[in-house]
């Protein structure tokens, strides 16, 4: 008997370990982005294009395809990614492919890395916060300013909504395709939209955007005529599907090892340490 109190505190000793190697060893290692990151994300989009300043508008409704994929990752990640929009007999309107260097534990894109020196985040982090961000991803060709706006419930999840507005974007290179872009004209963009991003995780789980593109003469730097380009776009259904259950995927694992694993050790570390206690008194 006079063994058992020893054992006991013993245990409580170990399980306090665990519990702590959980949570800061073994929990930030779940917070980085996979080596085997990917993803593809699919908007249904209506456009309002023309080709010249002067030419007449069509209307289209299609779908927008974003994809992202790791190509190396060791302290950081490069992400290939590439956007594509395309009309409904599936002519290309814009399309961009770029490389992007992405620190794992924060999402941030970092200078010196991928095809340009961006700023702000690619993607967004674990445990994002109520506060401003810059965003620059391959939606756009520059970056996006990122403003938190509320709570609410999407979906059985409780998300953060932001609001996002680009302005002035130079967006030249992916209207390759448009005539005298970009040779005799600069094609900038503004935009704005709303994410809705499940915070633990960091996963949007809804994005709808819309925006214009116009032309501006490059020897002048005045816009020109109308507009090249007008858009709405939204998640799909079977994307918003996909996105919500990555959410909770990424959310379970997340707070398994930085909450409820901990939390097991830790209360099985106080009943060892009340079982010391009573089977010594036991024993006296």
Known sequence: MSQLPRLCWLLA??????????????????????????????????????ETPTSEIVTTHSTVSRRDQVLLSNGHALIEADARWQDAS?????????????????RANIPGYGTADREGQYLFPPHIQTRDYVLWDSNYGGPVTVVYDRQEK???????VFRSAANGIDESAGYATTPGVPAVYKAMTSGSGTLLIEPVSGVVVDHQDEGITYFVERSTGQ??????????QRYTPSTIDAQVQRAKAAR???????????LVCVAAALLALAGGYWIGRASK
Do not use: H
């Open 252 to 262: 379970t694992q997340i707070l398994m090892f930085e909450t409820w694993l901990p």
């Open 90 to 106: 599936g002519k290309v309107i814009f399309e961009t492919q770029d490389i992007y260097g992405v620190d794992r534990r924060t």
């Open 223 to 232: 816009r020109v005529g109308e507009p090249l380009n007008k858009w709405t």
């Open 154 to 160: 999407f979906r059985g999840l409780d998300v953060a």
């Open 13 to 50: 000793f170990v399980l306090l370990l665990v519990a702590a190697g959980l949570r800061w060893v073994i929990a930030p290692g779940f917070g980085l982005l996979s080596p085997s990151y990917g993803s593809e994300l699919v908007y249904t989009a209506t456009l309002w294009t023309r």
